[in-house]
């Protein structure tokens, strides 16, 4: 019975080892599939790949790979994939051929400055998408535009190698992402930077400059000598506030002339399109002011004070970085309390304004005119960290 149990014992231990040896022993190369790609970005309607700095390196650094990869006889290419996206500034038409372009470019590069690409290129099919990102306008917060500003070259391989080869395939880097003005949809668009987002090879803190508050000057009331400044702050995405100072403080006896006034207002306003350019578009609010003057053009002059509450509507755009210009105009409810003078030189204390009845002042509640503003504007800026990036 013993004898019987040691020659079971004895096949079965014999059985594993043919299971565990004979494969090995007729074992035959396996294919895998594995890729090789690559990332660049663009400026607001730009298709060059060389209007951001970081492109040129890292597409060097993919010719460079590629290459590499290429001289071992058992990695074969076998497929190009290539896909473009635009930001959603743009109509459907102008993206979807600036998508293409930039499909085009990124190829072009390639071809130019790598025999073997060209060769991979020309014997391979390539196929072509374009990402069209339009149909998220206003859902994507405007930080994230630059991002979408890309081409990806994707190159497919097959791997022939045996079960205990390895092959690795190193991580391309990915050029800096530069976010910049607003600028018309056309091709080779000028590139400006309102803020900058930055990214390292793997991952890297993005920042953004945010307005914090600006200034700004009416230059119809400094034609006028009328000294004057405003200041405006971001309350949230579409609406700010905005405080005037209007101080015109001159007078020439000899010519019977004074401008005399002492002016401030409060302005809530609300941005109606605020997706991609901050506080740069059609506006509307309701102004508050009040202050006291004294006018005279003749002898004959006026003196009083004022307040009114007048709706207000304009619009503001960007010149450059920092600087925009605003254009308004608002018309409302005044109420104006006032005397009449005349300027008298025949006094015992020269040159003054005798008011017509001390005693009595006229009261006018009307619809003016408020305002006319053509304004140039400066921007402050704040620097904020908007989050980590990883390609």
């Known amino acids: 019975m013993a004898i019987k149990i040691g020659i079971v014992f004895r096949l079965v231990v014999i059985s594993m080892l043919l299971y565990l040896t004979i494969p090995n022993l007729h074992a035959k190369t396996k294919d895998s599939s594995d890729s090789l790609s690559i990332v660049v970005y663009y400026p607001c309607g730009s298709s060059n790949v060389s209007n951001i700095p970081g492109n040129i390196p890292s597409l060097h650094s993919f010719i460079h790979q590629l ?6 006889p058992s990695i074969t290419p076998v497929g190009l994939f290539v896909t473009s996206s635009t930001s959603p500034e743009g109509s459907l038409l102008i993206n979807k051929t600036l998508a293409r372009k930039r499909n085009q470019s990124v190829i072009d590069y390639l071809n130019l400055n790598s025999e073997k690409f060209r060769t991979i290129s020309s014997s391979r099919e390539c196929k072509f998408h374009e990402h069209i990102t339009n149909d998220k306008f206003g859902k994507i917060h405007s930080f994230s535009y630059p991002s979408m500003r890309y081409s990806r070259v994707t190159l497919f391989l ?5 079960d205990s080869a390895e092959v690795y395939v190193e991580k391309q880097p990915v050029a800096a992402v530069v976010e910049e003005q607003p600028v018309e949809i056309v ?4 590139m400006t930077t309102n803020s900058l987002v930055t990214h390292d090879t793997a991952a890297s803190i ?25 200041v405006e702050i971001p309350l949230t995405k579409n609406i700010t506030a905005e405080a005037t100072l209007v101080y015109p403080w001159w007078r020439n006896t000899s010519k019977h002339k ?35 003057y004294d006018l005279q053009w003749t002898r004959r002059g ?15 755009h960007h010149i450059s970085k920092r600087w925009k210009m605003e254009y308004s105009a608002s018309v409302g409810f005044v109420h104006t309390k006032y005397q009449k003078y005349t300027q008298t030189s025949d006094t015992p204390y020269g040159e003054i304004k005798v008011k017509d009845y001390p005693w009595v002042s006229k009261v006018l509640n009307t619809v003016l005119p408020t305002s006319l ?10 620097s904020k960290q908007i989050g980590r990036h990883e390609e």
């Open 67 to 72: 290459d590499s990869l290429c001289q071992s």
């Open 258 to 292: 004074t401008i005399q006034m002492r002016y401030v207002a409060v302005t809530p306003r609300y941005y109606f399109n605020n997706a991609d350019r901050s506080y740069t578009s059609l506006f509307a609010g309701l102004t508050v002011g009040g202050g006291k």
């Open 187 to 190: 091709e080779e668009a000028p």
């Open 302 to 316: 006026v003196q009083g004070s004022m307040w009114h509450v007048s709706p207000v509507i304009g619009y503001s």
């Open 373 to 382: 503003n053509v304004s140039i504007v400066y921007t402050f800026t704040k």
């Open 158 to 162: 097959n791997i022939e190698k045996e």
């Open 206 to 230: 993005a920042t953004k400059s945010f307005p914090l508050f600006w200034v700004k000057t009416n230059l119809l009331y400094d034609l006028l000598t009328f000294v004057n400044a405003s």
